[in-house]
């Protein structure tokens, strides 16, 4: 089993910057992906962006640009630097880990999600 503790999410104006972090915990042996959704209220659930074990990256193209997303290995951290917010940025954010057990057996897990609120 896996555990994610989220961290980082709050309040912010237009224009301003937060950073949220993931850190998986548990019985782990390599963490394929990690990344961070969002939710905004009635709508579903979309990948904001996601980073491989090697460091590949995948962003939204709503957020291309201002958003970046790392991670510590060895720490089995994923950060999510978000700069320049928007009002739609909005959302409760979502971490997410997929872990590699064996070559046939992966699992995904999920933070229990952090709120974001761009507000002037």
């Known amino acids: 089993q896996v555990q994610l503790l989220e961290s980082g999410g709050g309040l912010v104006q237009p224009g301003g910057s937060l950073r949220l972090s993931c850190a998986a915990s548990?019985?782990?042996?390599?963490?394929?992906?990690m990344g961070w959704y969002r939710q905004a209220p009635g709508k579903q659930r979309d990948l904001v962006a996601a980073?491989?074990?090697?460091?590949?990256?995948n962003y939204s193209d709503d957020v291309e640009g201002r958003f970046t997303i790392s991670r510590d290995n060895a720490k089995n951290t994923v950060f999510l630097q978000m700069n320049n917010l928007e009002l739609e940025d909005t959302a409760v954010y979502y971490c997410?880990?997929?872990?590699?057990?064996?070559?046939?057996?992966?699992?995904?897990?999920w933070g229990q999600g952090t709120q974001v609120t761009v507000s002037s």
């Open positions: 997410h880990v997929r872990v590699r057990y064996t070559p046939l057996d992966e699992r995904n897990y």
């Open positions: 548990g019985t782990i042996f390599s963490i394929d992906v």
């Open positions: 980073i491989t074990r090697d460091g590949s990256t």
